[in-house]
């Protein structure tokens, strides 16, 4: 299992240990399938983040929430410990597909999929995504490609490569913003 974090003032860290500062507000894509095979054993699968400013600063951003779409659900970790699943908010333990549930963890409401995912929210600003090593090479997002080479995660949704720079680092996160997303602001 490799593991993908998001921390404090949008602070990532890929799958495979790089470091990505970003501040954006706008719905993200952090790790998605991609380039499966019909008929691959890997369940498709996209965790998005979406982070607000808070405390009246407009300079850093905080995670607002966790969307994980799987198995045709959207599920959402939302602050202050609200879970939605297709848009209607349900209860922390929560089970009706054999698939999936969700559930607390200590103090993170915690999402797990039979396939291996997990990612967990703790209604603030820390998150994690880990994911099953069989998706190595077939994920992509500001969470990168689990492939444990660090350096090419400094790369675009097109594959640009960009310097470590901050201006870099804007330049990946921009390029994933979730096309179409309803209550993205960026």
């Avoid at 501040?23 to 965790?47: H, I, R």
């Avoid at 969470?143 to 444990?148: A, E, H, V």
Wanted: aromatic share 10%.
């Amino acid at each position: 299992t490799q593991r993908c974090q998001v921390s404090g003032d949008p602070h990532y860290r890929t799958f495979d240990s790089q470091s990505i500062n970003y501040q954006g507000v706008c719905l993200y894509t952090l790790s998605e399938t991609v380039g499966l095979e019909p008929g691959s054993d890997l369940v498709p699968f996209a965790v998005n983040s979406k982070p607000e400013h808070r405390y009246n600063n407009e300079r850093v951003s905080w995670t607002q929430y966790i969307e994980i779409q799987i198995y045709g659900s959207t599920i959402r970790l939302d602050k202050g410990r609200k879970v939605y699943v297709d848009g209607i908010e349900v209860e922390l333990s929560y089970q009706i597909n054999p698939q999936w549930r969700v559930f607390m963890a200590g103090n993170k409401m915690t999402f797990e999929a039979e396939n291996g995912l997990t990612v967990w929210f703790d209604g603030n600003h820390q998150a994690e995504i880990r994911a099953p090593t069989a998706y190595a090479g077939q994920v992509y997002g500001i969470c990168g490609n689990m492939d444990k080479d660090r350096q090419n995660d400094l790369v675009t949704k097109t594959g640009e490569k960009v310097p470590s720079t901050s201006e870099g680092q804007n330049t990946i996160g921009d390029s994933y913003v979730v096309p179409g997303a309803i209550d993205s602001e960026g």
